[in-house]
């Protein structure tokens, strides 16, 4: 459980790293790289992060993270089939609960990081392509390092992160099933409902410190 916190953590740098502004011709592997060791080095050197100070957390998660992130895709690709058939309305509900759920599920992953170093493989992807996957490995202070990989679109504003794969299971994916089952017990709305009783649960808490 600590080790799947610990990748949470690096899954949450990923994210923040697809964060900051820089030139449309970056390459997204390179701009990952760049901008994901000071990440580590903010975390690990803000007391309140560590911690497990929730406030905190997600206002680095908020400042960093949500602008860049295709919280629509990625929600779109949770819900699978089921999102076509959802109104307007429940569509921008679902993306906001599913990106507060993960605001929190992240924030607590953060306060784990220690002395975990993310190394880069090459990028395998032609100069025209659109959509690429940044191939990476955690180095664990103990143990065999582990492979993280990100999804990544080139959009009119820019490469964004629309999925991570964790322990050879993408987030996604991972998602899906749960949703899928929300929705056959509750439809659209129910999923909705459920998701926003998770957050406000995880909302009254003074912290979220992974363990």
Request: glycine share 4%.
């Given at each position: ?7 949470l ?49 997600t ?10 992130v ?10 699978g ?16 609960e599913f990106?507060t ?6 924030s ?13 493989k090459?990028?395998?992807?032609d ?24 999804r990544?679109?080139?959009t ?23 949703f ?11 999923l ?11 909302a ?8």
């Open positions: 459980m600590k080790l799947m916190k610990q990748l953590a690096m899954a949450t740098i990923a994210f923040a790293a697809a964060a900051q502004a820089a030139p449309a011709t970056e390459a997204p592997d390179v701009l990952v790289k760049r901008i994901s060791q000071d990440v580590i080095d903010t975390a690990k050197a803000d007391k309140a992060i560590q911690a497990g100070d929730i406030k905190r957390v206002e680095l998660v908020e400042s960093k993270i949500l602008p860049y295709d919280f629509q895709r990625m929600t779109a690709l949770a819900a089939r089921f999102w076509r058939d959802a109104t307007p309305d429940q569509q921008k509900q679902l993306a906001a990106r759920l993960l605001i929190y599920t992240y607590g992953a953060l306060s784990q990081i220690k002395n975990e170093t993310v190394e880069f090459p990028l395998r992807a100069p025209g392509d659109t959509e690429v996957e940044v191939r990476s490995q955690v180095n664990m202070a103990r143990g065999e390092p582990v492979p993280l990989n990100y990544v679109a080139k009119p504003s820019g490469w964004k992160i629309y999925d991570i794969n964790v322990l050879g299971a993408w987030l996604v994916e991972t998602y899906k099933s749960s899928a089952s929300e929705i056959s017990k509750g439809g659209i709305d129910g909705i409902k459920t998701l926003a009783a998770k957050n406000k649960a995880l009254s808490r003074p912290t979220v410190k992974a363990k």
